[in-house]
């Protein structure tokens, strides 16, 4: 596959992010042919009518960044026109609100297209088939067919809160980003990222309390391109278990089929709409909005967690935790709902609103928080000196520079310039003691170490968002579900080994140095403007930094 560089990466996820924040607005404020979700008192939890022009907009942002930036083959061209199929049949249904069977009927074709046209097919068992046999044609067509429609529709069903089905999704994205790389199949994973920038960009809308949807336009797009991307990811002789494409999407899959199996139990049709989703039992437990799409996002980070750590493993193994997983979930909804157990909302309860409304206002949590901030931000600056196994002398002598100036400055006094040198000290030296840390023997050499170096960024990384959350100027606690997303991110970043994402390798330096750079304009905020017992830790780590450089060998 063609390879692309760093910057075509960059540009398809700014573009997604981008283009799709642009158009939303720009889209609300047209009078005519915007569908409307109107609230029913039922099985939907919106109070009030809410515009599903979030599909529209991704949509629009996925093909033009897709026309521009991707290297159109069979394959590429077959997702695409799949797409359309998917994303034109699903504006009509958010329009005019068509039935089931029109919407069945344009997945099947939209499947049909990548199957036949761009060769994506479930051919491949591993170890599930006796001797690792393969399907035959007509088999792998029917299997293919079956899972591209039914993941498209659960994750179309599972799209019942603010932000549930996007932040979900983009999880699933994320893995398949890591997971193309790593065996470079490029073209998956620079579609995959495209797709990623317009659910970041639609999750800016939709997070709760969400003033756009996406849609079925948006839900089946997004189902049909995680799917169609999977599969090609796992049927492409890259060692990968072709059981990964039911764990990435195993979350909305198990949902939707414990309530179509319910459905049945009970009398109904297999497609009749009720309150039986997880999200629905969640809520029914006695928790919140936020708390229950917060599950759900951890429990989908499980799976993903065990998808990309158990990537090259064999099927049975993956399978049986899969089970297992599954069992879990509705054994503990079957036994919460039979004793009507619900979440107590009292008490030292420390995930109720009532009480983080308590700590904020009365300053412990940001004191408490502001502190653990402060001393891992200060002891990662020795971190990254201490691992530094070499500087070079151009960065030793910058260094130097700042060991003389640092003291002047200090015995002045002058607040401002003091300020002004700390930044500069910090952010000159460090993002180049950064990347020599990054590409040592040291970190690429020792996985241990590795996690160990990420790590650190990621608890910062954590402490970063939190500060921020609980210095927020605004009345009660808001913790929103894309805050989940972001450490959730910086946790995954932080823990998976990127010595194999070695072409890219500038990639893990650039997040590493973002973290370091906003969690100190973080600390340069609360500090205001005192400076001093953060220019004595900065001083000592250029000393460090200047000896390293002049006197170890």
Same mark, same amino acid.
């Given at each position: 596959?063609?390879?692309?560089?760093?910057?075509?990466?960059?540009?398809?996820?700014?573009?997604?992010?981008?283009?799709?924040?642009?158009?939303?607005?720009?889209?609300?404020?047209?009078?005519?042919?915007?569908?409307?979700?109107?609230?029913?008192?039922?099985?939907?939890?919106?109070?009030?009518?809410?515009?599903?022009?979030?599909?529209?907009?991704?949509?629009?942002?996925?093909?033009?960044?897709?026309?521009?930036?991707?290297?159109?083959?069979?394959?590429?061209?077959?997702?695409?026109?799949?797409?359309?199929?998917?994303?034109?049949?699903?504006?009509?249904?958010?329009?005019?609100?068509?039935?089931?069977?029109?919407?069945?009927?344009?997945?099947?074709?939209?499947?049909?297209?990548?199957?036949?046209?761009?060769?994506?097919?479930?051919?491949?068992?591993?170890?599930?088939?006796?001797?690792?046999?393969?399907?035959?044609?007509?088999?792998?067509?029917?299997?293919?067919?079956?899972?591209?429609?039914?993941?498209?529709?659960?994750?179309?069903?599972?799209?019942?809160?603010?932000?549930?089905?996007?932040?979900?999704?983009?999880?699933?994205?994320?893995?398949?980003?890591?997971?193309?790389?790593?065996?470079?199949?490029?073209?998956?994973?620079?579609?995959?990222?495209?797709?990623?920038?317009?659910?970041?960009?639609?999750?800016?809308?939709?997070?709760?309390?969400?003033?756009?949807?996406?849609?079925?336009?948006?839900?089946?797009?997004?189902?049909?391109?995680?799917?169609?991307?999977?599969?090609?990811?796992?049927?492409?002789?890259?060692?990968?278990?072709?059981?990964?494409?039911?764990?990435?999407?195993?979350?909305?899959?198990?949902?939707?089929?414990?309530?179509?199996?319910?459905?049945?139990?009970?009398?109904?049709?297999?497609?009749?709409?009720?309150?039986?989703?997880?999200?629905?039992?969640?809520?029914?437990?006695?928790?919140?909005?936020?708390?229950?799409?917060?599950?759900?996002?951890?429990?989908?980070?499980?799976?993903?967690?065990?998808?990309?750590?158990?990537?090259?493993?064999?099927?049975?193994?993956?399978?049986?935790?899969?089970?297992?997983? +599954? &069992?879990?979930? =509705?054994? !503990? *909804?079957?036994?919460?709902?039979?004793? @009507? #157990?619900?979440? %107590?909302?009292?008490?030292?309860?420390?995930?109720?609103?009532?009480?983080?409304?308590?700590?904020?206002?009365?300053?412990?949590?940001?004191?408490?928080?502001?502190?653990?901030?402060?001393? +891992? &931000?200060?002891? =990662?600056? !020795? *971190?990254?000196?201490?691992?530094?196994? @070499? #500087?070079?002398? %151009?960065?030793?002598?910058?260094?130097?520079?700042?060991?003389?100036?640092?003291?002047?400055?200090?015995?002045?006094?002058?607040?401002?310039?003091?300020?002004?040198?700390?930044?500069?000290?910090?952010?000159?030296? =460090?993002?180049?003691?950064?990347?020599?840390?990054?590409?040592?023997?040291?970190?690429?050499?020792?996985?241990?170490?590795?996690?160990?170096?990420?790590?650190?960024?990621?608890?910062?990384?954590?402490?970063?968002?939190?500060?921020?959350?609980?210095?927020?100027?605004?009345?009660?606690?808001?913790?929103?579900?894309?805050?989940?997303?972001?450490?959730?991110?910086?946790?995954?970043?932080?823990?998976?080994?990127?010595?194999?994402?070695?072409?890219?390798?500038?990639?893990?330096?650039?997040?590493?140095?973002?973290?370091?750079?906003?969690?100190?304009?973080?600390?340069?905020?609360?500090?205001?403007?005192?400076?001093?017992?953060?220019?004595?830790?900065?001083?000592?780590?250029?000393?460090?930094?200047?000896?390293?450089?002049?006197?170890?060998?």
């Amino acid at each position: 596959m063609t390879g692309y560089s760093l910057s075509t990466y960059l540009a398809g996820l700014f573009f997604g992010v981008l283009v799709t924040v642009a158009l939303v607005p720009l889209l609300c404020r047209l009078q005519i042919g915007i569908p409307m979700d109107m609230p029913d008192g039922k099985r939907k939890v919106h109070s009030r009518p809410i515009p599903r022009i979030g599909g529209l907009a991704m949509a629009s942002a996925f093909f033009v960044a897709a026309l521009l930036l991707v290297h159109r083959d069979q394959f590429i061209s077959s997702v695409l026109l799949g797409s359309g199929i998917i994303f034109g049949m699903g504006f009509l249904d958010d329009l005019k609100q068509l039935g089931y069977k029109s919407k069945f009927a344009a997945q099947i074709v939209a499947a049909l297209v990548v199957i036949f046209m761009g060769r994506v097919m479930i051919i491949d068992l591993g170890s599930l088939l006796p001797h690792e046999l393969c399907l035959s044609d007509i088999g792998a067509v029917l299997l293919t067919l079956i899972i591209i429609v039914g993941v498209t529709n659960a994750i179309n069903l599972a799209d019942g809160l603010d932000g549930l089905a996007a932040g979900i999704s983009l999880l699933s994205f994320g893995a398949l980003i890591y997971l193309g790389v790593i065996t470079g199949q490029h073209d998956v994973a620079i579609l995959a990222t495209i797709i990623s920038g317009c659910l970041i960009g639609f999750l800016r809308f939709n997070t709760y309390p969400a003033s756009i949807f996406m849609g079925d336009s948006g839900s089946q797009l997004i189902g049909f391109v995680g799917i169609v991307l999977a599969i090609k990811l796992t049927q492409n002789m890259a060692g990968l278990s072709p059981v990964l494409p039911i764990i990435l999407f195993g979350l909305p899959v198990l949902d939707t089929l414990a309530v179509m199996t319910q459905r049945i139990l009970e009398g109904h049709s297999p497609f009749h709409a009720d309150r039986n989703h997880i999200h629905h039992k969640l809520m029914n437990r006695g928790l919140y909005h936020r708390e229950a799409v917060a599950v759900i996002y951890l429990m989908q980070g499980i799976l993903i967690t065990m998808a990309m750590i158990f990537c090259y493993g064999p099927e049975w193994p993956l399978l049986a935790g899969y089970a297992v997983f +599954s &069992l879990t979930v =509705l054994v !503990f *909804f079957t036994w919460t709902e039979s004793h @009507e #157990i619900t979440i %107590p909302r009292y008490g030292f309860l420390v995930l109720s609103k009532r009480y983080l409304k308590r700590i904020k206002r009365k300053g412990i949590a940001i004191k408490v928080i502001f502190a653990l901030f402060r001393v +891992s &931000l200060l002891f =990662l600056l !020795f *971190f990254v000196v201490g691992l530094v196994a @070499e #500087i070079p002398r %151009p960065v030793a002598w910058m260094a130097v520079l700042m060991v003389v100036l640092l003291p002047v400055i200090f015995i002045f006094d002058n607040r401002q310039w003091l300020g002004t040198l700390v930044r500069l000290s910090v952010y000159l030296l =460090l993002p180049c003691l950064i990347y020599y840390v990054d590409n040592s023997q040291i970190v690429t050499g020792n996985h241990l170490v590795m996690i160990l170096w990420n790590g650190c960024f990621s608890l910062v990384g954590i402490f970063f968002v939190l500060t921020l959350k609980f210095t927020r100027r605004q009345k009660g606690f808001q913790f929103s579900t894309m805050d989940i997303l972001v450490l959730l991110a910086i946790l995954a970043v932080g823990i998976l080994p990127d010595s194999r994402l070695e072409a890219y390798h500038l990639g893990s330096v650039a997040w590493k140095v973002m973290v370091l750079f906003f969690s100190f304009e973080v600390l340069a905020g609360e500090l205001r403007g005192e400076w001093r017992g953060v220019a004595v830790t900065v001083w000592f780590m250029a000393l460090m930094a200047a000896i390293k450089g002049f006197l170890v060998v």
